[in-house]
């Protein structure tokens, strides 16, 4: 299938520090090549060096080159692309680590080695999204939230460290490490590989915010589960080539101003401007002003302006940042010359390397000023002179992403309630969450250190915070720790209760742990919209904490300001933070530390020698971690009672030869839908409702509702998953004149529960579908999303449209993926959903073919089989990916 890599003959040789190494000289392919936006020029290379004319085509590498003509506007130009390595967290890691697992008992039963199955692309996975603020402001939190953390992942960190001792070309970086993308970029990303080939680093994670390795000049992005075992088993993934969008950058940002303000403000702008499906890419002499950590920083909130990508190629400031984290000094220098052979070293002062862009859009730093964004949208940026009457303005207007619908008289109401043997009244604006969060900001030590340096004149000028603020400082990493406590500045942090209470991202993805039941009851009781300030990404109604109905996102600095005004609604240049013992009044001004003051205090305490210390024992781990006891098997011995991690069904009666291909006859419509049904419809998410099919099967194994947990936490039993699938409230089913995760069995006429019919059918016999609308499987890419309808047991999807990357997925999971002709619709045909549908498969179909389904009413019609490459053939004829590469590795 796969044949000789035509592009070999522009291998070229190199020398770096004594070694000889090859690389592939883009610059020979002709004078396009130097007008491509640097992101591109790296796909390109990733088409160049895995080009076999099967997987990677000589036509991909063209249309990447071609880049001009192929990326216009409404590009429907498709791709593969092969990235350089896999980075996944372990909500949506252990899925992956799973299937592999499965996959070795499946080589072992069909008489192969099974030590054969690991990842082919190196893959890391950080455990940092299971510790919660379950403590704060007390001794000790930091111990406790880990102890709590072990308790509940007991099971699933167990299975992790088996399979950090199983996997080869895996690392897995124990819980209390730091936050995945931090350690991304200060430890895990290579910029460019130094093997005995040369080429740049480029990474596709399981998680939105991979996004932020773009600062260090590392393309990557997130994907879903499916696209990311495809990679790490050595697969091609498929993608539209993107317009680019130059985003320039000129002048220097003021002396009070963060680069939270400016990603706030960059988000903002980029939303308005509409960057969906678009690379970004920055430029111009004003990106030499940021450090690394800002260009991190503005990368990071990439899915929050709404791009693939927001990409800083690599230059001198990269080079050095990789020297400061301790990075090898002779790879370094390999770095620097294979970027410079190979035109990827960019000098942001020199226009003449400037590329052709789609568009340009220009920023001046000098204009950004101090703000914050809310109080339900990551690009509602207001700055922080105006945060006082656009709140007071939400309480009364229309509900909405800037309304709480209150009426006039509801402004004024309070709520008292008692805490720790003191009464404190609560109003709307009351902040009760303060959280230094995320690795938006920790992983960036001019605001860290500016939050320290802050709360040192704030508590030196005599200011507090009120005791029943719930304050919290998650560090992305151990080395935010050391140079936070060799700068002098974890006292006055610890003084106003923002003492280390984990390292892992916390109260950014939701993980704020409980309130005190006397601030619930007079927040519910008197209908409060009290509020959250962290500095984190995300700031969705109902993220941060159900009663916390606003929330903010804010630089570290302004995280300590708020939570020591104890309200939103404050203007900071008229109204004081405080007072002082003597009574004179403090305003945020006096005890603002300039940017020149941080960065002074960041040269002389960050340093290559922290870095080294905290990764040289990364894989090592706490005391707990050690003392869980994983098998050594190279078989994982699954524990038939765990509700957390579970062998999937996915290779059960596999046989050695590809099954035939067969009609599907007689199928049932399990679900029939209308248009824009999401992945958030389909995969299972959030807590686990107490009337699902989910909390049944759990009361069953003698669990209790609090014990439930949330389906995140559960991705790794296919037993929850499938009970979640289309568990959705707000499923619109067409068989039911009502929104909700129930669907009707046929003939008996019956409603029930979506997976409750899908039993009742496998136990008749009866293969099913699902008959969609438009854009099926539009939103984020999720694994569930393919994985739980086939263990629903849908055998193909018939929809009027779908989102490629879905339906992928769908073919990633050996269910047909069908199309209704150009202008026909399940209501233009006539079809109720009721009857019997024969799906007349070839038994060795071909890309783009047209096939007849009949029904049993007499109807028939023609529809498009979305098998379009011969790759997807390829894995639908071994019953999905999955199942293609067990075969594989039994030869």
């Given at each position: 299938m796969s044949g000789p890599n035509p592009y070999n003959g522009i291998l070229k040789k190199l020398e770096a520090s004594g070694v000889s190494y090859n690389y592939y000289n883009l610059p020979e392919l002709g004078p396009q090549y130097e007008k491509l936006p640097f992101s591109i020029?790296?796909?390109?290379?990733?088409?160049?060096?895995?080009?076999?004319?099967?997987?990677?085509?000589?036509?991909?590498?063209?249309?990447?080159?071609?880049?001009?003509?192929?990326?216009?506007?409404?590009?429907?130009?498709?791709?593969?692309?092969?990235?350089?390595?896999?980075?996944?967290?372990?909500?949506?890691?252990?899925?992956?680590?799973?299937?592999?697992?499965?996959?070795?008992?499946?080589?072992?039963?069909?008489?192969?080695?099974?030590?054969?199955?690991?990842?082919?692309?190196?893959?890391?996975?950080?455990?940092?999204?299971?510790?919660?603020?379950?403590?704060?402001?007390?001794?000790?939190?930091?111990?406790?939230?880990?102890?709590?953390?072990?308790?509940?992942?007991?099971?699933?960190?167990?299975?992790?460290?088996?399979?950090?001792?199983?996997?080869?070309?895996?690392?897995?970086?124990?819980?209390?490490?730091?936050?995945?993308?931090?350690?991304?970029?200060?430890?895990?990303?290579?910029?460019?590989?130094?093997d005995k080939l040369l080429y740049p680093d480029s990474v596709v994670g399981t998680d939105s915010h991979t996004t932020m390795i773009n600062g260090?000049?590392?393309?990557?992005?997130?994907?879903?589960?499916?696209?990311?075992?495809?990679?790490?088993?050595?697969?091609?993934?498929?993608?539209?080539?993107?317009?680019?969008?130059?985003?320039?950058?000129?002048?220097?940002l003021n002396q009070y101003a963060t680069s939270t303000d400016l990603v706030l403000t960059i988000t903002k702008n980029l939303r308005q401007l509409g960057v969906v499906g678009k690379f970004v890419e920055f430029f111009g002499p004003g990106v030499v002003e940021l450090s690394i950590a800002d260009r991190a920083t503005i990368s990071n909130m990439c899915p929050e302006y709404g791009a693939t990508v927001g990409f800083f190629p690599v230059d001198e400031n990269s080079l050095y940042y990789l020297s400061q984290t301790n990075r090898d000094p002779a790879k370094i220098d390999a770095i620097r010359k294979y970027l410079q052979s190979v035109g990827m070293l960019r000098d942001y002062a020199n226009a003449a390397q400037d590329p052709v862009y789609s568009h340009i859009v220009e920023l001046d730093l000098s204009t950004v000023v101090s703000c914050i964004s809310g109080p339900k949208r990551p690009q509602d940026r207001a700055s922080v002179t105006e945060v006082k009457?656009?709140?007071?303005?939400?309480?009364?207007?229309?509900?909405?992403?800037?309304?709480?619908?209150?009426?006039?008289?509801?402004?004024?109401?309070?709520?008292?309630?008692?805490?720790?043997?003191?009464?404190?009244?609560?109003?709307?604006?009351?902040?009760?969450?303060?959280?230094?969060?995320?690795?938006?900001?920790?992983?960036?030590?001019?605001v860290m250190l500016g939050a320290g340096l802050l709360a040192k004149k704030a508590v030196e000028a005599g200011l507090s915070v009120l005791p029943y603020v719930k304050t919290s400082l998650s560090p992305g990493s151990g080395v935010v720790t050391h140079y936070l406590q060799e700068s002098g500045v974890v006292p006055y942090l610890e003084k106003l209760g923002f003492s280390i209470v984990g390292y892992g991202c916390m109260t950014c993805i939701g993980n704020s742990g409980p309130l005190p039941e006397t601030i619930i009851e007079a927040i519910e009781k008197n209908e409060l919209v009290c509020c959250g300030v962290l500095s984190g990404n995300r700031n969705f109604e109902g993220r941060i904490h159900p009663n916390t109905r606003a929330n903010y996102l804010a630089s570290p600095l302004l995280v300590v300001a708020y939570a020591i005004a104890g309200r939103i609604d404050i203007d900071f240049e008229t109204e004081p933070l405080g007072k002082r013992p003597d009574g004179s009044d403090v305003f945020l001004r006096d005890i603002w530390p300039l940017r020149s003051e941080i960065q002074e205090?960041?040269?002389?305490?960050?340093?290559?020698?922290?870095?080294?210390?905290?990764?040289?024992?990364?894989?090592?781990?706490?005391?707990?971690?050690?003392?869980?006891?994983?098998?050594?098997?190279?078989?994982?011995?699954?524990?038939?009672?765990?509700?957390?991690?579970?062998?999937?069904?996915?290779?059960?009666?596999?046989?050695?030869?590809?099954?035939?291909?067969?009609?599907?006859?007689?199928?049932?419509?399990?679900?029939?839908?209308?248009?824009?049904?999401?992945?958030?419809?389909?995969?299972?998410?959030?807590?686990?409702?107490?009337?699902?099919?989910?909390?049944?099967?759990?009361?069953?194994?003698?669990?209790?509702?609090?014990?439930?947990?949330?389906?995140?936490?559960?991705?790794?039993?296919?037993?929850?998953?499938?009970?979640?699938?289309?568990?959705?409230?707000?499923?619109?089913?067409?068989?039911?004149?009502?929104?909700?995760?129930?669907?009707?069995?046929?003939?008996?006429?019956?409603?029930?529960?979506?997976?409750?019919?899908?039993?009742?059918?496998?136990?008749?016999?009866?293969?099913?579908?699902?008959?969609?609308?438009?854009?099926?499987?539009?939103?984020?890419?999720?694994?569930?999303?393919?994985?739980?309808?086939?263990?629903?047991?849908?055998?193909?999807?018939?929809?009027?449209?779908?989102?490629?990357?879905h339906r992928s997925n769908l073919v990633g999971m050996g269910i047909v993926p069908l199309q209704f002709l150009e202008g026909q619709s399940a209501e233009s045909l006539g079809l109720t959903g009721k009857e019997n549908y024969t799906i007349n498969l070839p038994s060795d179909p071909r890309p783009h073919q047209k096939i007849t389904v009949e029904t049993d009413n007499g109807k028939s019609f023609e529809v498009l089989v979305r098998f379009d490459t011969e790759v997807d053939l390829l894995y639908f004829k071994h019953g999905g990916i999955l199942n293609c590469m067990v075969r594989r590795m039994l030869s």
């Open positions: 020029r790296v796909l390109l290379e990733s088409a160049v060096r895995n080009c076999d004319n099967f997987e990677v085509k000589k036509s991909d590498v063209e249309n990447i080159l071609n880049w001009e003509k192929t990326g216009k506007d409404s590009s429907s130009v498709e791709v593969a692309f092969k990235p350089a390595r896999v980075l996944l967290q372990d909500l949506t890691g252990v899925p992956a680590v799973v299937d592999f697992a499965a996959m070795r008992d499946a080589v072992k039963t069909l008489g192969g080695n099974p030590d054969k199955i690991n990842p082919i692309c190196p893959s890391d996975l950080v455990i940092d999204h299971s510790v919660q603020v379950d403590f704060a402001r007390v001794d000790n939190a930091l111990q406790k939230n880990e102890e709590i953390e072990f308790e509940r992942n007991k099971e699933r960190f167990t299975f992790l460290k088996w399979g950090a001792k199983a996997f080869r070309n895996m690392l897995i970086v124990p819980p209390g490490s730091g936050i995945v993308h931090q350690v991304n970029l200060e430890y895990l990303a290579r910029v460019v590989f130094t260090l000049g590392v393309v990557g992005w997130g994907v879903g589960g499916i696209e990311a075992e495809a990679v790490m088993l050595g697969q091609a993934i498929s993608m539209l080539i993107p317009q680019v969008i130059g985003y320039k950058l000129v002048g220097k009457s656009q709140f007071l303005t939400a309480l009364t207007h229309r509900v909405g992403f800037n309304g709480y619908g209150l009426k006039p008289e509801a402004v004024g109401a309070k709520g008292s309630f008692t805490f720790e043997g003191h009464e404190y009244t609560l109003r709307h604006g009351s902040v009760v969450i303060a959280a230094i969060t995320s690795c938006t900001n920790t992983s960036n030590p001019s205090v960041e040269k002389k305490t960050v340093i290559p020698a922290m870095f080294r210390d905290v990764y040289a024992r990364i894989e090592n781990g706490s005391n707990s971690w050690r003392s869980l006891n994983a098998p050594d098997d190279q078989l994982y011995p699954w524990d038939l009672t765990s509700t957390y991690i579970r062998k999937p069904p996915f290779f059960d009666g596999m046989t050695r030869d590809l099954p035939e291909i067969k009609k599907i006859k007689n199928a049932k419509v399990l679900l029939f839908l209308g248009d824009s049904v999401t992945t958030d419809h389909i995969s299972p998410a959030g807590s686990i409702s107490r009337k699902s099919p989910a909390a049944r099967y759990l009361a069953s194994k003698g669990l209790t509702p609090r014990e439930f947990n949330s389906y995140g936490s559960r991705r790794g039993n296919d037993e929850i998953m499938a009970r979640g699938t289309f568990a959705n409230i707000r499923l619109v089913n067409k068989f039911l004149n009502h929104a909700g995760p129930q669907t009707i069995h046929f003939p008996s006429g019956e409603e029930m529960d979506v997976f409750d019919a899908a039993e009742r059918y496998k136990s008749e016999g009866v293969p099913l579908i699902a008959i969609v609308g438009k854009d099926y499987g539009s939103g984020s890419s999720r694994d569930w999303a393919a994985k739980g309808p086939l263990l629903l047991g849908i055998k193909a999807v018939i929809a009027e449209s779908y989102e490629r990357i």
